[in-house]
């Protein structure tokens, strides 16, 4: 009888799997037949390719009334992210769409090609009351497709038209480039950028993020943010228990000289299939830590790999958890970054114009 055998990485990404969605009728696994195909697969295998796909949505202004994040509002241009984050907790949304969590999310994206255009037609909506946006508060508004498709860079400038106060949350320093918008909404306190710093070593950041900015570029790119006016938080994340843990000051410290003035930190979130795909990684990427891992993240989750409870499941329970908070505080104290805040300026909020392409005819 065939033996089920076990998923080996992709170069340049960060599932190790395409394990299907919750919501598929059918799985499959890989077995060797004896017949020597699984040898010529691997052999002739072609890399995996990013391909891009329109995203139909009619708003793009999404809703939320969770206490445990500091905005009530936000904008993803993209569906899906190429940075392959294998922790990312957005990864179950694909099966939403008919895709697998683990590669198809990497590898398929979404993009809202007219996210500007319908950005503009809600803002100009009567009646709307401004509020901080926050933009990439699932899948990273400057991911590397980006670079091409500049579906975030005109969202920014349907914001500055309006003066509408917003947040950016990214790991990585593409974002430089729309400095020349970012610097001026500063002056006018309408926007901060929240940068997600994970890990100083750059191979587990290699393999955790593969296609994401490299740590000494995401602190450059805290750096000349805060050079140029643009207030700037640290998001030390996730915090994994026996893997990058006990980094927390020492990425703290290396954000803060780069000029952070505010930090946040979250504890490995596992939803949904995220579990079983971070477990495929730990076994082909650190197999050593595995349990120990697995273990200590069950002792901060009530003995499970998730608790989605609100007021629980961005930090943990328990003695590990609270210990990480404890240094977590200690060293915000210390090193002067305890200066978080969403409050942005809402009063010289204009609607945009919304008959902008007719004008442009004329």
């Known amino acids: 009888m065939d033996q089920a055998l076990p998923n080996t990485p992709t170069k340049g990404r960060g599932a190790v799997s395409n394990r299907a969605g ?10 060797d037949d004896g017949w020597g195909t699984l040898e010529r697969e691997t052999e002739e295998a072609p890399p995996l390719r990013t ?3 329109a995203d139909s949505s009619r708003k793009i202004i999404a809703k939320n009334d969770s206490p445990d994040i500091p905005f009530d509002r936000s904008i993803n241009p993209y569906k899906g992210c ?4 294998v922790y990312c907790f957005a990864r179950p949304t694909h099966a939403y769409l008919g895709f697998s969590p683990g590669l198809d999310f990497e590898t398929k994206l979404f ?12 803002l100009s909506k009567k009646g709307y009351r401004p509020a901080t946006l926050a933009l990439g508060a699932n899948t990273d508004p400057y991911q590397p497709i980006e670079r091409q498709l500049r579906i975030t860079r005109r969202i920014l400038e349907v914001l500055a038209e309006a003066k509408h106060p917003f947040g950016i949350i990214t790991k990585s320093d593409l974002l430089l480039r729309d400095l020349d918008l970012l610097a001026p909404l500063a002056e006018q306190r309408l926007v901060r950028v929240c940068l997600s710093l994970t890990t100083l070593d750059r191979g587990l950041a290699r393999a955790l993020e593969p296609r994401a900015s490299s740590p000494p570029k995401r602190l450059t790119a805290i750096r ?13 994340a996730p915090m994994i228990p026996a893997l990058n843990d006990h980094e927390l000051e020492a990425l ?6 780069a000029g952070a003035e505010a930090a946040s930190y979250i504890l490995l979130r596992l939803p949904q299939e995220i579990g079983p795909l971070f477990e495929e990684w730990l076994e082909a990427h650190a197999p050593d830590r595995k349990s120990r891992v697995l273990e200590q993240i069950r002792s901060a989750r009530g003995g ?11 930090r943990g329970e328990g003695p590990y958890a609270f210990v990480l908070k404890r240094r977590f505080e200690l060293a915000c104290k210390r090193l002067g970054l305890d200066r978080r805040s969403w409050d942005l300026n809402t009063s010289i909020f204009r609607p945009p114009r919304r008959d902008v392409d007719q004008l442009a005819l004329f």
């Open 22 to 31: 919750r919501y598929e009728r059918l799985a499959g696994e890989r077995t």
């Open 51 to 53: 391909e891009i796909l």
């Open 82 to 85: 190429e940075h392959g984050c």
């Open 111 to 122: 993009a809202k090609h007219d996210a500007a255009e319908l950005l503009r037609q809600e």
């Open 224 to 236: 000349r943010l805060s050079e140029a006016g643009v207030p700037v938080a640290v998001l030390t």
């Open 252 to 257: 703290l410290e290396a954000a803060a000289e």
């Open 304 to 314: 499970k790999l998730y608790d989605s409870t609100w007021g629980k499941r961005m």
